[in-house]
């Protein structure tokens, strides 16, 4: 069973706001997050920290536009106001005894 | 502010030993922060390699740790991967990164190594 499991793709409308969802399994249920944030061609950017009772630590420089929650073994990153810069892709990550890390497959967010 | 930059070859010949450095600079690593190697195979997810603590302490992926060594060089500030036995498979974008356990928060620009004869 997959520790973490994200849609393989999104998309919202310039302005809008988009929910992106991360869920893990129930052996982990509990586990904070992090989400992670890749553009085309980029290395990748943290961006927050996300712990069961939904508070987090953002990244040096992550907009207020973004913002995450916790409902049970759901973890969401909320990002309004959408820009076209906020096109890429998103993964959220946890941490497995056995393996420090360990990543979701990733949302591709398309902003229309 | 911390910055990590990878070099190393960009081809390594199949069953050769893959190479790279991360040069940490804004931030001694030798600090309660773990460090470590992610890869990225091309148009694909991302994966750990390994982790060092406190210079010391290495934490590897159980599906390469036969294969992975990864170090230290305190009085260099630099960070190292070794991976043996290569194949087109290890074909990746290589990460630096800092991190705590929970997660890595810093990340290197990265660096692509091929393997290919």
């Known amino acids: 069973q997959r520790v973490l499991t994200q849609a393989p793709s999104a998309s919202a409308s310039l302005g809008a706001s988009v929910n992106l969802t991360c869920t893990l399994n129930?052996?982990?249920?509990?586990?904070?997050v992090a989400w992670h944030q890749q553009h085309p061609e980029k290395g990748p950017r943290f961006l927050m920290k996300?712990?069961?009772?939904?508070?987090?630590r953002k990244g040096d420089g992550i907009p207020d536009r973004f913002s995450g929650s916790s409902s049970g073994a759901e973890r969401y990153l909320t990002i309004s106001s959408l820009q076209s810069d906020d096109e890429a892709d998103y993964y959220c990550?946890?941490?497995?005894?056995?393996?420090?890390?360990?990543f979701g497959g990733g949302t591709k967010l398309t902003v229309l | 502010q911390v910055q990590l930059q990878e070099s190393g070859p960009g081809l390594v010949k199949p069953s050769e030993t893959l190479s790279l450095t991360c040069a940490v600079s804004?931030?001694?690593?030798?600090?309660?922060?773990?460090w470590g190697w992610i890869r990225q195979p091309p148009g694909k997810g991302l994966e750990w390699i390994g982790s060092?603590?406190?210079?010391?302490?290495?934490y590897y992926n159980p599906s390469l740790e036969s294969r992975v060594t990864i170090s230290a060089d305190t009085s260099k500030n630099q960070i190292y991967l070794k991976l043996t036995s290569v194949t087109a498979t290890d074909t990746a974008i290589y990460y630096c990164?800092?991190?705590?356990?929970?997660?890595?928060?810093?990340w290197g620009q990265g660096t692509l190594v091929t393997v290919s004869s």
């Open positions: 996300l712990n069961s009772d939904g508070s987090h």
């Open positions: 804004g931030f001694s690593i030798n600090t309660v922060y773990y």
């Open positions: 129930s052996g982990h249920s509990d586990y904070a």
């Open positions: 060092i603590y406190h210079s010391r302490s290495t």
């Open positions: 990550q946890t941490w497995h005894t056995g393996i420090l890390w360990v």
């Open positions: 990164v800092r991190g705590e356990v929970v997660t890595p928060d810093c």
